[in-house]
């Protein structure tokens, strides 16, 4: 993975946040990073960025609670999407968190390891095969993901039109680290160490919350 797939993947983790003025203050440096990013890639999250230049901050707020916190089938859980509100849903999740604790990296207490958010910015700033096993091995997810956000018309249905695009195919090294993720057991540590330094192109803008 390059370091422009890396970056866009951040970006669109902080794009996939609750907006706020904070996110806003990072737009000029979201646009540069899609700018350096495959249209593919960048072509979706500047589109994305346009919207929220155009709107209102409390109607993008409103529209935010309205998708990912109300509704069920717009859910940024990954592992909602294949194991609903099941027991196995939470292993999954210490799968998740296990994954991250491995590599020492450290979500805090904001949002669960499973949030679409969080395995992109672990995806950048942690160990990219990882992220790169955890991401395609929930491909399907994300895709229902997209196809929900686009059948209520909503304009987050771009941000996850780039993040599908920066997936990798299924390599042998990729499905290795798949099967290695699976053989894992839950988490023996509660708590994680500090989270690794953010990526040189967007470093000046500060960490994601």
Known sequence: MTDEIAAARLAAS?????????????????????????????????????????????????????????????????????????????????????????????????????HLSVVLEFAAR??????????????????LLREALAKAESPYAAVVDGILATLPPLTDEIRERMTQLARQGPPQESVGLEPFALLPVLESQGGRR
């Open 14 to 114: 902080w794009l996939l946040w609750y907006p706020d003025t904070d996110l806003l203050a990072r737009l000029d440096a979201i646009e540069a990073v899609c700018a350096q990013a495959p249209s593919a890639v960048g072509t979706p999250l500047t589109r994305f960025t346009s919207h929220l230049r155009a709107t209102d901050l409390v109607e993008l707020q409103k529209h935010y609670v309205a998708t990912f916190d109300t509704k069920r089938r717009t859910s940024p859980y990954l592992s909602f999407w294949t194991d609903g509100d099941t027991r196995n849903r939470g292993l999954a999740i210490l799968r998740f968190k296990q994954a991250y604790l491995e590599h020492g990296f450290s979500i805090g207490d904001e949002e669960l390891p499973d």
């Open 126 to 143: 942690g160990d990219r095969l990882t992220g790169d096993a955890l991401l395609v091995e929930h491909r399907v997810s994300i895709g």
